[in-house]
């Protein structure tokens, strides 16, 4: 099956500086790779998602980027705001098979210091 | 319109007992998703549905676990009894489908937090 490894775990940023979070995921037969927003005691909101035939993706300050034969995608925030903070989940999604289900990182959770 | 919501949302009950959760996720939704999710953790997959029928079970963890959406609406996830390991937020997704195109959004219910005594 799908395994998706997450780093950092924690990551801590001044405002104004950018944001990497890196994601790897095993199943080259991968084809979406949505990215999630979980701010303290809410339910996770998708903030943005690639699919396999795209390698980059922007919206405003936030961006992912999809290697596939590396199998690895990053989430990109560039001017970063106190109210970014939250912790942050990458997730691969692989159709077909007995699967057709999101399997997620263990998040990141990110820190915006004013 | 509404979104993904679950009853109840935080659930107190005795090792031993049986629970009933349930999701009533966004109308016209095909895909349902439950997922468990532990704190400081992501979701952990347990089994979906396109419509009534249950699709992919693989991540329900041992047969005290089942679920079913008999109508192809609201689903209902049912832990038999309970242990205390079992204790965790329990979140349900929906979604458009899974389309020709391959993926639609999931949109995640506020979860219902189990704790077992």
């Known amino acids: 099956g799908e395994n998706v490894e997450q780093h950092p775990s924690t990551l801590s940023v001044q405002e104004g500086d950018s944001a990497v979070i890196k994601c790897t995921y095993s199943?080259?037969?991968?084809?979406?790779f949505p990215w999630y927003k979980q701010e303290l005691g809410k339910r996770p909101q998708l903030i943005i998602d690639?699919?396999?035939?795209?390698g980059e993706k922007k919206d405003q300050r936030i961006a992912v980027t999809l290697n596939k034969t590396a199998k690895h995608f990053s989430l990109h925030i560039t001017e970063t705001q106190p109210e970014d903070s939250a912790v942050y989940f990458c997730?691969?999604?692989?159709?077909?098979?007995?699967?057709?289900?999101?399997?997620f990182g263990k998040g990141t959770k990110l820190s915006v210091k004013p | 319109g509404a979104g993904v919501s679950q009853s109840p949302r935080y659930k107190v009950t005795k090792r031993g007992q049986d629970v009933a959760l349930r999701c009533d996720p966004i109308?016209?939704?095909?895909?349902l998703y439950w997922y468990r999710q532990a704190l400081g953790q992501g979701p952990e997959f347990l089994t979906y549905?396109?419509?009534?029928?249950?699709?992919?079970k693989s991540g329900l963890p041992n047969d005290r676990f089942s679920a079913e959406r008999p109508e192809g609406s609201i689903s209902t996830l049912t832990i038999q009894r309970t242990e205390q390991r079992d204790s965790a937020m329990y979140r349900c997704?929906?979604?458009f489908g899974l389309g020709t195109s391959g993926y639609n959004e999931q949109f995640f219910g506020p979860g219902t937090r189990l704790t077992v005594l």
């Open positions: 690639i699919r396999s035939n795209v």
């Open positions: 997704a929906s979604s």
């Open positions: 997730a691969a999604f692989l159709k077909g098979g007995s699967q057709g289900n999101l399997i």
């Open positions: 199943d080259s037969a991968s084809n979406y």
């Open positions: 549905f396109n419509y009534e029928a249950q699709q992919d």
């Open positions: 109308s016209g939704h095909v895909s």
